[in-house]
């Protein structure tokens, strides 16, 4: 259930720097983009601010398309997810003082907190602790499923290196899709897993629910990271009934969710950037 305000406990959970904290925004094609930006906190009961120090293609977007989803997962294991506007960005005041004060800003030799974002809270849920059990027995089917979903043609989206990063039990995987309000919202998939270079597959799980609300055909993306933080964001068509891979059988099959990749983009710093489709090299000129 959404609240409309935060209460003292989020403030403080959203406060450390150490963190999982992701914000969906839409593109300039109405697509859904995720990028991990742990300077989420909450300012106050109806407020976000965002600290921006590495240019990314979400505070562009932001600006442009004000609708926003969030999610934060604190170092035990709780989530919060909810939708927010962004509403304005400073280059001074007191928050742009307070996150340059912290440890991994203030004392960093090369750059700082640059600009501070303002978003006006619209909705939140949680505290809700992740439900292990049910994330291990929808990895374990999605494990058994996947090598049966892999289509017979596809472009080679995800390169090889990347794989494991999606695919290690201890990937943290969240998918987002816009909701029928035209907010961009965010799911954990925990249990997702490649089904070849051009396809990522998952067994609904614990949050089956919310993922039974995506139309079939809708354009969605995952964004996938582990420990290490080396990250990606990959994008693509959603389907509850995927066709069947070339060692597939209905059975086989059965139950599963897949995404067919058409995008994929290096989410992690220093230097982000889209990898497929592949752009043509460009000359370096002097301006």
């Not at 990937?171 to 954990?188: A, C, K, Q």
Request: hydrophobic share 45%; net charge neutral; with cysteine.
């Amino acid at each position: 259930m959404l609240r409309n305000n935060f209460d003292e406990a989020d403030i403080a959970a959203f406060e450390p720097a150490e963190k999982v904290a992701l914000v969906a925004t839409i593109n300039d094609e109405g697509e859904p983009h995720v990028s991990l930006l742990t300077t989420l906190s909450a300012l106050g009961k109806n407020e976000l601010t965002i600290g921006e120090f590495s240019r990314g293609l979400s505070k562009g977007f932001m600006k442009r398309r004000p609708a926003v989803g969030f999610l934060m997962m604190s170092l035990d294991r709780r989530l919060w997810r909810g939708q927010a506007r962004w509403k304005r960005s400073a280059k001074e005041g007191p928050e742009y003082v307070r996150y340059n004060k912290q440890p991994m800003f203030r004392y960093n030799s090369y750059f700082g907190i640059n600009t501070v974002h303002y978003l006006d809270l619209v909705g939140v849920e949680g505290p809700e602790a992740l439900p292990m059990a049910g994330i291990v027995a929808a990895s374990l089917a999605t494990a058994l499923k996947a090598p049966f979903a892999r289509p017979a043609l596809g472009n080679p989206v995800l390169p090889a290196f990347l794989i494991p990063i999606l695919d290690a039990l201890d990937s943290l995987n969240f998918l987002s899709f816009i909701d029928e309000e035209g907010f961009p919202r965010l799911v954990p998939v925990l249990q997702a897993r490649s089904a070849g270079p051009s396809r990522i597959v998952f067994t609904p799980g614990p949050w089956g629910a919310e993922l039974g609300s995506i139309l079939e055909g809708a354009k969605v993306a995952l964004f996938s990271m582990n420990l290490k933080m080396e990250s990606f964001l990959a994008r693509g068509l959603y389907s509850s009934r995927p066709d069947r891979g070339a060692a597939g059988t209905r059975r086989a099959c059965r139950g599963l969710a897949c995404i067919d990749l058409d995008f994929l983009y290096d989410s992690a710093p220093p230097l982000h950037g889209q990898v497929w489709p592949p752009r043509p090299l460009e000359a370096v000129v002097e301006a």
